[in-house]
């Protein structure tokens, strides 16, 4: 058993939302009870105890559409590299990285990663891989760092005929066979998706391959309309928008997970709502990359279940929360857009997704729940219940404010000390793994 208390305890459980001097006592991989503090260490008097020492006890976060592969971008210079719009962006520099991506760099690139997410309160995370270097088996080497850091994932691997018909086959096959060596693990820690890139880089026949292969358990994790070139390409190409190809081609469903969604029209939102499809806003790479802002606003609007990610721009989902917050303000001249909508997506609509995938209810503290808590050093100057929460994570938290981290029951971070990695061995390891991949792609 652990309990963990001493906090304010916020559960995001209509039930009992917020009590005041609180615990979450733990058994197993479940939480078994939320009260007060002195209620919980009373019931659970031999647990291990957690004193959260007054700041704040909350669920974990939920990242679903993260990119491990970038890990190395991180101060790489590529010789040559001047992009003019954001399809020299993606072969210039992320198609070029992850061309030259050996297994060894994909274990170091899911380790950062993953130690990263910890360190920001991320337990549950919706990863989209790409390693046309060396294809197959590199999404069960991110499974086995998943499994030995502790962090929840849903991985895929990025479909594309951009490297050739052979490529696209191989990452086909590896996805088939990690989604079904998924749905045979009990753990609930593990689950699998059918990967693509974007449906201007894939051909009929291949996804008509991906489809046929895809485990009928599973969706798809597909990037749409992300920039307008997506757009223009299928309308050449095809004569209809993505998001009518997509339905031609059997992709969208409950299962399947659109990224970006970026240049759609009111008829595609139909679709994606009909056909009850996910979808996943990233505001730091659609402005970074000078795509465009999505009509993420009007799609919650709608009912679609519209969820946040972070693209692997940060591990930090108080970041994306913060940018996404502005982003649909400034773009909608609108002092009052994303007040609700983005708390929503982050808190229940991530949690939504994810529970697609896993069994365990996700995002909330209450008993039967995974037992996915943080504890963040906060004590704010003024006075914070449930009513005002979401404001005080936008405005006074940061990822780096948590200090533990428990993930399905198990200690991952405590007083800020990575418990499931030599977080020093492990950085010096990525270390000579990056310099051996810049040197890779700069000769």
């Known amino acids: 058993m652990l309990v963990v208390g001493n906090g304010k305890l916020f559960t995001r ?36 105890y957690i004193d959260a020492k007054g700041g704040v006890i909350m669920p974990a976060f939920i990242n679903t559409h993260e990119h491990i592969y970038s890990a190395m971008a991180r101060g790489l ?3 040559g590299y001047n992009p003019k719009g954001f399809l020299d962006i993606l072969d ?9 991506l050996t297994l060894e760099q994909t274990k170091y690139s899911a380790m950062d990663t993953m130690i990263s997410c910890i360190r920001n309160g991320v337990t549950t995370i919706f990863d989209h891989h790409a390693s046309f270097g060396q294809i197959k088996g590199s999404l069960f080497t991110i499974a086995d760092t998943a499994k030995e850091l502790g962090v929840r994932a849903c991985l895929c691997y990025e479909v594309s005929d951009r490297d050739g018909m052979e490529k696209a086959k191989e990452s086909v096959m590896e996805n088939a066979e990690f989604i079904r060596y998924a749905l045979k693990d009990d ?3 593990i689950a699998g998706m059918m990967g693509m890139h974007a449906q201007f880089t894939i051909s ?14 599973a969706g798809f994790h597909i990037h749409v309309a992300e920039g307008i070139e997506d757009l223009h390409d299928c309308l050449k190409k095809y004569g209809k928008r993505i998001v009518d190809r997509l339905m031609d081609c059997g992709i969208l469903g409950e299962k399947t997970l659109l990224g970006h969604c970026i240049y759609i029209n009111p008829h595609e939102m139909d679709l994606i709502k ?7 806003h990233n505001p730091e790479s659609n402005m970074g990359n000078a795509c465009g802002c999505p009509p993420t606003m009007e799609l919650v609007r709608r009912g679609i279940l519209t969820g946040l990610g972070t693209d692997g721009y940060t591990h930090d989902m108080t970041e994306s929360y913060k940018v996404a917050n502005v982003l649909h303000k400034h773009h909608l001249c609108d002092a009052n857009a994303a007040w609700g909508e983005v708390p929503k997506m982050l808190f229940e609509n991530n949690a939504a997704i994810a529970n697609r995938y896993f069994k365990l209810p996700l995002g909330v503290l209450k008993e039967g729940a995974a037992a996915d808590v943080i504890v963040v050093d906060y004590d704010p100057p003024t006075h914070m219940d449930a009513s005002n929460l979401n404001s005080h994570i936008l405005f006074g938290m940061t990822g780096r404010d948590v200090v533990t981290t428990i993930g ?19 950085m010096a390891e990525c270390r000579e793994e990056s310099a051996k991949l810049w040197k890779s792609i700069n000769g």
Not at 27 to 36: C, F, P, V
Not at 92 to 100: F, K, N, P
Not at 204 to 217: F, G, I, S, V
Not at 274 to 280: I, L, Q, R, S, Y
Request: aromatic residues 4%; contains cysteine; charged residues 35%.
């Open 13 to 48: 459980d209509s039930g009992l939302p917020y009590v005041e001097c609180g615990a979450v006592a733990i058994e197993g991989t479940k939480i078994a009870a939320t009260g007060t503090t002195e209620e919980i260490r009373g019931k659970y008097k031999d647990a291990e």
């Open 77 to 79: 210079s590529i010789k």
């Open 92 to 100: 210039g520099q992320w198609w070029t990285i992850d061309r030259h």
């Open 187 to 189: 753990t609930d820690m």
């Open 204 to 217: 009929d026949a291949t996804m008509e391959l991906a489809a046929a292969n895809k485990p009928d358990e």
């Open 274 to 280: 009909d056909t009850d499809t996910m979808v996943v």
């Open 408 to 426: 399905n029951g198990k200690i991952l971070m405590k007083d800020r000390e990575v418990k499931t990695a030599d977080v020093e061995k492990v």
